[in-house]
């Protein structure tokens, strides 16, 4: 898998009476997108402050490109906030210059760099304008212009598809895993699922401080995954062999036919439903699959369970 980037050893941090990060340990690796979920206040702030240096951790280690963040490491880095901060009255590439140059970057070569990242995000003509002249979303893409802009080897970026339309969140998306594929790491902290199931190779799932999911995306979603099918077609699905119970969970991918889960027993294959229903001539097949859950479904569950376990504890 490469290099460790982030090494995260029990770590904790409490503030007063609230511990918001508790006994926490996980690892980002080279050349992946690791994405970090949990429900607001879960302690995903408070973890990349403490990788960034900003807090320091009560208990625990955490080492960053193979050591204690110093001002060498930190210029090894892209970090692209929540809160996100431009000098608004400077023209753009005068902006991008000074950011990579507190970077340690050679004045031409910091502007040369941002023209050419200017122009993949489709902003060259806006080069001279001020930050303030720009659109929300134009802003935002200069934003993670400026993130990547000193060539880092691991970038930290916080919902980094919020205010973009579908066609800026694609050449995002495309950016993003061209860093990945050359060998840097991500960590993305989002509420989006849909970007996570699409781009991330492994995430962590936090409740309460707390590690609730840790793995490959495909891995958990696996370890969630039901002992069903989803079907769309036509006929009387509850009177196939080894089908206990039929729900419609959906409209269907054409709008036409509701989709339905098959509720299997528990010596039922997907290989022996489908041999039933290749030999049931009153049933025609437009869609199977497994019923494996979103990360939005395993998000609402794990998230639930969690409030209703604090809950129990409170009371």
């Known amino acids: 898998m490469g290099a460790v980037p982030i090494d995260v050893s029990q770590v904790s941090k409490t503030f007063g009476n609230f511990r918001a990060v508790d006994d926490l340990s996980f690892q980002v690796y080279a050349g992946e997108i690791f994405a970090m979920l949990g429900p607001n206040g879960a302690g995903k702030s408070t973890t990349i402050r403490m990788i960034l240096d900003i807090l320091k951790p009560d208990t625990g280690r955490i080492s960053v490109l193979g050591g204690t963040v110093d001002m060498e490491r930190k210029q090894r880095i892209g970090y692209l906030p929540e809160e996100r901060g431009l000098y608004t009255d400077i023209a753009v590439l005068d902006v991008m210059t000074y950011l990579g140059r507190l970077k340690g970057m050679k004045g031409q070569a910091a502007r040369d760099r941002a023209m050419q990242l200017l122009e993949q995000l489709e902003l060259a003509e806006h080069a001279k304008k001020k930050v303030s002249e720009l659109s929300k979303g134009m802003q935002q893409k200069v934003q993670f212009a400026v993130t990547v802009l000193h060539n880092p080897d691991l970038i930290i970026i916080d919902e980094p598809f919020s205010g973009l339309d579908p066609v800026n969140r694609l050449v995002i998306k495309g950016l ?140």
């Open 176 to 315: 993003l895993i061209e860093f990945r594929d050359r060998g840097g790491a991500i960590v993305m902290s989002t509420h989006q699922m849909n970007q996570v199931e699409e781009m991330a190779d492994r995430m962590l799932m936090i409740s309460h401080g707390q590690q609730k999911l840790y793995g490959p995306v495909e891995e958990i979603r696996e370890r969630y995954a039901k002992h069903a099918l989803i079907v769309e077609g036509q006929g009387d699905w509850s009177r196939l062999p080894g089908v206990e119970r039929v729900e419609q969970v959906g409209n269907g991918r054409g709008g036409r036919n509701g989709a339905m889960m098959l509720h299997l027993a528990s010596q039922a294959t997907n290989d022996s439903i489908l041999a039933a229903i290749a030999e049931d001539k009153g049933i025609t097949i437009e869609r199977f699959e497994r019923a494996v859950p979103s990360l939005d479904e395993i998000f609402i569950q794990v998230a639930g369970e969690s409030a209703h376990i604090s809950q129990k504890v409170e009371a």
